[in-house]
C-alpha cells in the first residue's frame, strides 16, 4: 500500500518540490532507498549521499534543499524538520500495513467478573485480569500479561506480551508497554535494626500519564506511601530502573540502562544518555541533558548538558592518574606549605 506525494504534503505539511501524484510506499535511509521509497536527510554531513540516492522522492530542510536540489532528480518535500517529517511518515506508512488486534476476550484469559473490559479492547491468551481492573477503549493487552486488582488501562494504550501490571497503578492513553516490563513492583524499602533489615511495606502506587513509552524490562517501582509519577509523554528505553516515590516530568527521555534511586525528582524535557546513574532525593531542574555514564550526584537547578564520567585511557595511563587523583590532598598540603615558605622569604623584613 502507498500513499501520494501530495496527500503526505497534505497531512504532514512542507513544501513539495514536484509532482504531487508520484506513490511512495514506503521510508527507507538514503543509501538504502528504492524508487519506490521517500527518503529523508536530517543530517547536512550526508548531503553526499543524495547524488547517488535511488528514492523516488527525500525530505530535506531548506538549505539543504539548496545544496542538493542540482544533483538529486526525483521530488523533495522541504521541511523545517526533516527528521520530524521522517517520524511522522514512517508512522504513517507503518499504520498503512499494520495487523490490528481484533476487540474481544481470548478464551484462554482470566478476567474478574467485576473488571470493566471496554468492547473494543482486545484482550490476548492467557492474559489474567484481577478484581477491579478497567481496561479502555481500544486498548490492547497480548498475551500472557498479568493487570492486577484495581489497576486501570486507558484508552488505546497497548501492553505487549508479557507485561506486570501491579494492583491499582494506572497509565494514560495511547502509551506502549513492552514485554517483561514490571510496573508496580515492592520499592527497595528496608530499615535496619542491628543489621537486620525489617521490610518497609510498599502502599503506594505508579500513576502515568498519557503517551508514555516504556521499553522491554523496565521496572518502575510503586511508591512507599506516596506515589510514583511518571508525567505525560515520557520515553524510557530498555531495562531502566526507576525506583519508589520518584516523579519524572513531562517529556522527559531516558536511553537503555538508566538507573533512578528513590525519591529522585527529575523535572520537564530532560534527557539521560544511557546508562546514567541519578542517586535518591535529588531534584533535577527541567531541561536538564545528562551525558551517557554520568552519576548525578548531587541535586542540579540550572539547565544545560553535564557530564560526570572521567575519559577512557590505556589501563596503566588510567592508574597513573587515579594515583595523582588519591594524591591530591597531601599535594594541596604541600603547595600550600611552598606558597608559605616563599611568602615568608620574599616579604620585606
Not at 510506499?25 to 543530517?43: K, Q, V
Not at 538529486?72 to 527528521?83: E, H
Not at 594524591?327 to 608559605?340: Q, Y
Amino acid at each position: 500500500m502507498g500513499t501520494q506525494l501530495g496527500a503526505l504534503v497534505e497531512r504532514f505539511g512542507g513544501q513539495l518540490v514536484g509532482d504531487a501524484n508520484l506513490e511512495v510506499t514506503g521510508i527507507a535511509p538514503l543509501a538504502d532507498a528504492g524508487p519506490g521509497d521517500i527518503s529523508f536527510l536530517s543530517n547536512s554531513k550526508l548531503r553526499a549521499q543524495v547524488a547517488s540516492c535511488g528514492a523516488a522522492a527525500i525530505i530535506v530542510s531548506p538549505a539543504d534543499d539548496a545544496a542538493v536540489a542540482a544533483s538529486f532528480a526525483g521530488a523533495r518535500i522541504v521541511s523545517a524538520n526533516p527528521y520530524v517529517y521522517f517520524a511522522r511518515a514512517a508512522q504513517y506508512f507503518a499504520a498503512l500495513t499494520a495487523h490490528v488486534p481484533p476487540p474481544g476476550i481470548h478464551p484462554s484469559a482470566v478476567v474478574a467478573d467485576d473488571a470493566v473490559i471496554d468492547a473494543s479492547a482486545h484482550i490476548g491468551a492467557h492474559v489474567t485480569i484481577e478484581a477491579g481492573v478497567v481496561v479502555g477503549a481500544g486498548a490492547v493487552i497480548d498475551a500472557g500479561c498479568v493487570i492486577g486488582r484495581g489497576a486501570v488501562i486507558g484508552a488505546d494504550t497497548h501492553l505487549f506480551a508479557n507485561v506486570t501490571f501491579h494492583a491499582r497503578c494506572q497509565i494514560g492513553q495511547r502509551g506502549i508497554i513492552h514485554s517483561g516490563a514490571v510496573i508496580g513492583g515492592d520499592g527497595f524499602g528496608f530499615a535496619n535494626e542491628g543489621g537486620v533489615y525489617i521490610k518497609i511495606p510498599q502502599t503506594g502506587r505508579v500513576m502515568i500519564g498519557d503517551d508514555v513509552d516504556i521499553g522491554a524490562n523496565t521496572t518502575i517501582d510503586r511508591g512507599a506511601l506516596a506515589d510514583t509519577v511518571i508525567e505525560d509523554g515520557v520515553k524510557l528505553d530498555n531495562q531502566i530502573q526507576i525506583g519508589h516515590n520518584c516523579h519524572i516530568g513531562a517529556h522527559t527521555a531516558m536511553a537503555g540502562c538508566v538507573g533512578v534511586a528513590g525519591s529522585a525528582v527529575i523535572g520537564k524535557y530532560c534527557t539521560f544518555g544511557g546508562a546514567a546513574m541519578v542517586l535518591g532525593h535529588l531534584t533535577i531542574g527541567d531541561r536538564v541533558h545528562i551525558s551517557s555514564g554520568s552519576m548525578v550526584s548531587r541535586s542540579i537547578m540550572e539547565p544545560g548538558q553535564y557530564t560526570g564520567f572521567y575519559p577512557l585511557a590505556k589501563n596503566a595511563d588510567w592508574e597513573r592518574t587515579a594515583a595523582i587523583v588519591r594524591n591530591l590532598d597531601t599535594m594541596r598540603d604541600k603547595i600550600r606549605a611552598l606558597e608559605k615558605t616563599i611568602k615568608q622569604l620574599t616579604s620585606p623584613t
